[in-house]
């Protein structure tokens, strides 16, 4: 007996995931990801005296290439998650709000204007006041 009905697309979807989820990932594992895996191994070679420098060396000849400041912060990285220890990212530190004291000086007005007397002449005339200790 036949179904008369037809594949719907979200059968077909799924049926395709399900097909996808069975294949590898086209993306490799990370650097760090490979690190963390052969720590260990990399313990085992500082306490047998061997610089960060031999051992990148040897990395690098086997495909995993990076610098020497980054492979220094991957193993560190690694031996916290291992030990426990809450690793600080940029997103989880607490940003403190700065708080700046207010100047002990209060700063000086400027210099205001001021009318003359009206006896001295018909007109109005303005005088400027100097603040000797404002700084120009």
């Given amino acids: 007996m036949k179904s008369s ?10 049926a395709a995931l399900r097909e996808m ?11 760090f990801q490979k690190i963390k895996e052969i720590l260990p191994e990399i313990r085992d070679l500082t306490n047998k005296r061997f610089t960060d420098v031999e051992i990148l060396q040897r990395l690098s000849a086997n495909g995993i290439g990076m610098s020497l400041g980054t492979f220094r912060q991957y193993v560190n990285r690694a031996m916290r ?10 997103r989880q530190r607490k940003i403190e709000p700065v708080v ?10 400027p210099a205001e204007a001021s009318p003359a007397p009206d006896n001295a002449n018909k007109e109005s005339k303005v005088v400027l006041t100097h ?6």
Avoid: C, H, M
């Fill in 131 to 136: 603040n000797p200790n404002r700084k120009l």
């Fill in 100 to 109: 700046r004291a207010e100047p002990s000086v209060t700063p000086t007005p």
């Fill in 5 to 14: 009905r037809t594949d719907s697309p979200v059968d077909k979807l799924r």
């Fill in 81 to 90: 998650e291992q030990s426990g220890t809450p690793t600080k990212t940029k």
């Fill in 21 to 31: 989820a069975s294949e590898q990932p086209l993306r490799s594992q990370s650097i």
